[in-house]
């Protein structure tokens, strides 16, 4: 029996053990937390200083080639200059006027150690000495095609430079001879100075892998981005060290292990003060459940806990959607879907007010209409061309009717308009207007017909037991009457009965 009991009965739980066991899985997932910050901290950094090391040689190859385009381009405006061409093309007979020339464009070109000019057979414009041209340098300009792009001299003290080279050639392509500027290895120094950010260090190195200009200087571990210059067969190579830890990460520990401490002191109150208003939220929510089931009007819910916002916002939208569906459907059965006119249900329930205008004095007009010749429109082009009509025909009405009128649609091509404030001639200036607008619709739409409008008006009678029924059955009678004369016309009900009678 006693087993019997043991298998029925639930096994109990302590409160107590579980919330041991909560706090216990709430620190080692803070401390798990923590060394996961730590490590992704150290990724962070790394990764970051990486991107600012790629940014910064990028800026600096940038600025270099910047530097070496400005000679460049000087150097290519030297070799086109027309009175070089020209003086080139005469041949050694003008090597005086050559040197002369030569002089005149050194002083125009900022920071350069001189400017070399050598013709096609390698005969050197000028006083090797007076250029610093030594056996070294001459052999190396006489070269065809020189094997380096951008050589650099550091030889003399204070002349250290590298060479911008250029090739003179007439207006055939015929290589006249060669041109060689010296740019001063300052214009590269001030530049890698620029760019050197603070604790950084940033190499030039030449073809040969020497260094051209550097600055700053780091030791021990350290991240490197190389960037290659092709333009002059150099590479540029960008230090920064390896930084572990900041000030920063460590404050970032310390906040940490507080918050732990914090949460712990934290989750001990809030659990104590959650059950009464948790269980407040729920009732309230299940209470506006129990509405909807039931087809009532829900109150709004408003939660004081964020876990319980998309329920609450779910269940308060529910019942908004429910509200808006049965608007809508209340709308839907009122309006014709074709026309997106009132129906037949819609003008029932608006004439009783419209009876009551009549009955305290107000001129209220009945008019009963349709398209002439409708079902000719369908045989002929189809219903789909018969809805562009009746359609056509409730644009028209809405255009010119007020929002003291009433339009409604009752079924067919059959329509309604209940008129008020005007009189008979105003009535009839209401139907012309209403005539012409529909012929422009009609052909606005496309359709290559020319359907008339006949209508028949009635006024509904004050204090004279009027009625829906019989204010219809007149105005039908008049609109059958204006069919019955040619269709395309207004036809008063009390005129038709004035002429039988007379």
Known sequence: MSDQENIASPRLISLRWRFLWFLVGVIGLFTAGMILSVLFSFHSSDVADEHLLDVEATQTQSNLMRRWDYYRDIIDGQVSDPQLIDLMTRGSGEAEALQKWVASRKPLLPHTVGLVLMSAQGELYGDAVELDAGPSLLRYLRQVEPAVLAPVHRDTPGREHFDQIALIRDANGVILGKLFLGVRLTQLQRIIDDSTQPGHAITLFDSAGLPIVSSGRLEGKVHEATVPLTAMGWSLKVQAPVQRLSSGGWLQILAGVMTLVSVLAFLVVMVLKTRGPLLQDIHLALEALGCLTRNEAAPSI??????????????????????????????????????????????????????????????????????????????????????????????????????????????????????????????????????????????????????TISAGQTWLQSMAGDSIGKALARADYALYQAKARGRGQLVLDEAVRDNSEG
Request: net charge negative.
């Open 302 to 451: 408003k939660t004081r806990y964020i876990e319980f916002a998309p329920v609450t916002e779910n269940i308060n939208r529910i019942a908004e959607q429910l509200h808006d569906q049965r608007e809508q459907l209340a709308t839907l059965s009122l309006t014709d879907s074709l026309t997106d006119l009132p129906n037949r249900r819609a003008f029932e329930i608006q004439f009783p007010h419209m009876l009551g205008l009549a009955d305290r004095g107000h001129a209220i007009a009945l008019v009963l209409l349709d398209v002439d010749h409708f079902k000719t429109i369908n045989d002929k082009l189809g219903h789909a061309a018969g809805d562009q009509a009746l359609v056509a025909l409730a644009k028209t009405l809405k255009a010119l009717t007020r929002s003291s009128d009433m339009t409604s649609r009752l079924a067919g091509d059959e329509f309604t308009v209940l008129l008020s404030g005007l009189d008979n001639p105003g009535v009839e200036v209401w139907y012309q207007h209403l005539a012409d607008r529909f012929r422009g619709e009609l052909r606005a739409t496309g359709l290559q017909v020319d359907n």
